[in-house]
C-alpha cells in the first residue's frame, strides 16, 4: 500500500512540470493570432475609445504578455481564474457546476466502456470464427465507424418521437436526475469506446489463446476456466489498458459535442464557444482542466497496470 | 486495496445510472420531477409554467449589460424602465414614470409613480432613479452611447420628478427612457454588491413583474412572480418562466417537437421543417427592424471612388442572392438600406423614394459605364471579408462579378469567428491606420423604428472612428447637416423630410448596397396568446403572455 501512495505521490509531482509547460505553450498559442482582445471582449455594439481604454485598463491588456502570462498563472494558483470575455463573469463560478457534468460522463462512459468492452472481447475470442463471434465483432464495427455525435442525434430523435416524458433540456436537482440526464449520452459515449477497445481485447486474447505456454498449460491438465482467466486473460488485458489510457483522452474531447447534443450544461458548450469567439481566458482554463482529467485517467491507468500484471513493479 | 473498490464503485454508479435511465424513460413524465425536467404545457397544480429555448445565456442580470437577446428574454421582466414603447413601436407609453413632458428644446420632465417596491421589498426612491440614471450615463457601458447628449439629470423627491437636461436638442431622446439602461436598480443592493451585481454569484434586484429565483450557468434561469410589483398581479397568468440554454438548433428543434419549451425565436432555415411539425406549436412572424447589406470601404482605394462602388453593385443580382441567404422570411430590399418598418413618419413618401430612386439592380451595361466612368477604366481587384458561416454568400457574389465579363476581380478573404467584431467595427487596420477590408457584408438592427437608428449608426460621419458602426466609413457634409438639423427639429412631419433628402444623398452615393429585410419568427405554445411587435427587443415580458381562455 505504501509503495502506491509514494508511486502516485511522485507522479503528481512529475504533472507540475508538464502543467507549466502546457500552460506556458496555450497562453502563446492563442495569443500569436491577431485577435484584438479589447475588441472581442466589446463584441458587436459600437464602443467609443473611452469604452475600449476602459476596457484594456480593466483587463490588464496594455502590459506585456509574459507579465500577464504570470498574472494569470497567479491567479490560477491561488484559485482566480479571470474574467469572461464575453460575459465579464467569473470563470470560476462560470465553471464549478459543470465540471461535474463533464468529469460524470468521461468516468461513467469509460467504466462502462472498459468493463463491457473486456466481456465481449474475451467471449469473442473464445467464440474464435464462430457466429457469435462474428456478429459481435459486426456490431462493434458499426460503432466504431459510425460518429457518435451522428449516434447521439439519431438517438435523440427516436427518444423524443417515442417516449413522450424524456427530457434533455434544463438542469438537475438532485443525483438520481443527474443520472438520468448523462446516462443515455454516457451510453453512446462507451459504445464508441466499447468498439475500439474490444477489437483490441479480441485480438489480443486470441493470440494469447494460441501461445506456446497456453498448450503446455493444457498439457500439464490445468482447467479451461484456469487458462483462460488466469494464464490468457492476464496477459491480454495489457494492450487494452494501454489503449484504454488514449480511449480516455478522446472521451474527454468528446463530450464536447455529444454535451451540445443533449443540451448538457457541461463544459463543452463552453468550450466550442469560447474557441470561436476568441474567449481566451476561457479556453485556457478548461484546456488545463482537461488536462489535469487526462493525466489522472493515465495515473489511473498505469496503476492499473500493476494490478492486473504482477510482472509489472511500480516504479 | 482501495483500487478495486474504486473501480467496483464505478461499475455500480454505471448500473445505476443505466437503470434510472431506462426507468425514468420507460415511465415517462410522471415520475419526473423538479424543474429540469418538468415538462413543458404540463403544469404541477396550478402553477403555470412558461418553458423558454434559447441558445445563449445572459451576459449577466444587471441591466447595465443587457445588449442580447437573451437578456431581453430572461432579464428584462425583472426591471421596468421609466417608458414602454407600445406594441406597433412608434408610441410610447408610462411605466415606472406616469407622465412625461417636454418642457423646452432640452429639458424633458418625468412624473415618477410612487409607492413602487423593489423585489427585496425596499421602496423606490428618487435617489434609486437618480442613481441608476447616472450610473448608465457616467460609466462607459455597452449602451452608454444613448446618453450622449445628456447634460445631467436632477431629481425632486418631494415631487417625484425626474428632470433630463440635455446638452442639444435631440429628437430622438424621447426614445431613450423606454431603453433598457433606462431600467431602475436598488442604489443600496448594487453598491454593496459592487461588481459581483448580476452576475452568477450576485443578486438581481428590479421592480419588474418576475424576480430571479435560481441560475444554473449554461442551462437553466428560473424567474417567479414578484411579490411586491406594483401593477396589478392578476394581470399576470404565468407564474413561474424557465428559461433553458440549449446551445444547439436541432436539439432545440426537438426541444419544441417533444414539447419540452413553450416558446423559440429566431429559427434557422435548417431547423425550420423540425418547428413546423411540432405538435400545439404555432410560428408567428413580424416586421422587425433587421436587414442584411454590402459595406464598401470608402475611405481606401478602390472604393474611394463612387463609380468604382456602382460598378460593383451593378453587378449583384439581389434578389438571387436572397433567395440563396436570406431564407423563407426575407425580402428583397429597395433603395435604402433601412427595413420598410421605419417608413412610419411618411410611409407614401419614404416608401416611394425607396422604389423609385435607384436601388442598383443588376445590370452588366451600367456595370460597365460605370466602371469606364471610374478612376480605375482598367479594372481593379479588391479584398471581400467574410468570416466561413457566410462564405456562401460571398462566393455568390464573387461569380455575380465574374459573370459580368469586367476587369473586377474579387478576392474572399476568410476571418476566423473570433476577428469579426474587430474586422467590421475597424479595430484591425492596415498599414495607414485605415479598416482592413474592401467590401464586407454586415446588417443592423435598428434601436427603435425612427429612422435615425439606421441613419445615425451607419451612415453619419460622426460614426466613423475604430468602434463605430459606420462600416462604409462614408463621411458626406451635406448628408449630416441634413441629418444633424432633424435631430434639432421637433416636428416629425419636417424631420421626416429632411431625413429623406438625407437619405436620397446616400442613395446617390452608394456607400452600401441594400440586399434584403427579414421578419423576425417565434413559435409558440397554443395554450398561450400572445403577439410580438417590432420593438421585440425592449418590449419583449412574459407579462404579456396570457393563457388562451
Known sequence: ?315 | MKKRLLSLGLTFVTAASLLTGCSSSSSGSATNTGSGTESAGQDSGDEVTFTIGYPAEPPSMDPKDFNSTACTLIGYDCYDTLLNFSMEGSDLEPALAESWEQVDDTTYVYKIRQGVKFSNGDDMTMEDVLYSMNRVTDEAYSMSYLFENVDSFEVNEDTYELTVHLKQPDATWKYVPATSPCSIVDKKVVEDEGENYGQLSGSCVGTGPYMLKSWESGAEIVTVKNPYYWGDPDTLDVDKVVYEVIADDTSRALAAQSGQIDYARNMSSETLPTYENAKNMTISTYDATDSIFLAFNCEKEPFDDVNARKAVAYCIDKKAYTDLIGGKYATTQGAFILPRTMFYLDEDAWNEANDSLESYQQDFDKAKEALAASKYPDGFEFNYYTVPTYKAGAEAIQSMIKESGLPITMNIIEMQQADQFSVSYGYTTDDDGKRVYDMLATGWTSDWLDPTGYMKNCLYGGSNYQGGANKAAWVNADFDELLSQSYIETDDSIRSKEMLEAMKIAVEDCPYVPMYEYKSNYIINDKFEYEEGPNFFWNFTVANVHLKK
Open chain 1, 1 to 315: 500500500m505504501k509503495e502506491y501512495v509514494k508511486y502516485i505521490g511522485k507522479r503528481i509531482i512529475a504533472m507540475i512540470p508538464i502543467l507549466l509547460i502546457v500552460s506556458f505553450a496555450i497562453f502563446f498559442l492563442l495569443r500569436l493570432s491577431s485577435t484584438d482582445e479589447a475588441a472581442v471582449i466589446i463584441g458587436e455594439r459600437q464602443a467609443t475609445d473611452e469604452l475600449k481604454a476602459r476596457v484594456t485598463q480593466e483587463y490588464g491588456l496594455d502590459k506585456p504578455e509574459l507579465i500577464r502570462y504570470f498574472d494569470w498563472l497567479k491567479g490560477v494558483v491561488v484559485g482566480d481564474f479571470g474574467k469572461d470575455y464575453d460575459s465579464g463573469q467569473d470563470i470560476g463560478e462560470l465553471i464549478s457546476s459543470r465540471i461535474p457534468v463533464t468529469l460524470g460522463l468521461v468516468l461513467i462512459s469509460s467504466a462502462l466502456g472498459l468493463t463491457f468492452a473486456i466481456i465481449l472481447g474475451v467471449i469473442s475470442a473464445l467464440h474464435r470464427n464462430k457466429p457469435l463471434d462474428t456478429g459481435i465483432s459486426l456490431v462493434m464495427l458499426f460503432f466504431c465507424s459510425v460518429p457518435s455525435f451522428l449516434v447521439s442525434v439519431l438517438v435523440l430523435l427516436i427518444l423524443t418521437k417515442f417516449i413522450p416524458g424524456y427530457s434533455f433540456i434544463g438542469t438537475y436537482n438532485n443525483f438520481g436526475e443527474f443520472l438520468q440526464r448523462i446516462s443515455v449520452p454516457a451510453v453512446i459515449m462507451a459504445l464508441n469506446q466499447l468498439a475500439l477497445l474490444g477489437r483490441v481485447t479480441r485480438s489480443s486474447m486470441v493470440s494469447q489463446l494460441q501461445a506456446p505456454y497456453i498448450v503446455t498449460a493444457n498439457a500439464k491438465g490445468l482447467t479451461d476456466k484456469d487458462i483462460t482467466y488466469k494464464h490468457a486473460f492476464h496477459n491480454a488485458v495489457i494492450p487494452v489498458l494501454t489503449v484504454a489510457g488514449m480511449s480516455f483522452a478522446n472521451a474527454i474531447g468528446g463530450t464536447v459535442l455529444i454535451e451540445q447534443i443533449f443540451s448538457l450544461p457541461g463544459i463543452g458548450g463552453l468550450l466550442v464557444s469560447a474557441v470561436q469567439g476568441g474567449n481566451y481566458p476561457v479556453v485556457q482554463i478548461l484546456v488545463m482542466f482537461m488536462l489535469i482529467v487526462y493525466l489522472i485517467m493515465s495515473l489511473i491507468v498505469d496503476v492499473l497496470y500493476v494490478v492486473v500484471d504482477p510482472r509489472v513493479k511500480l516504479q
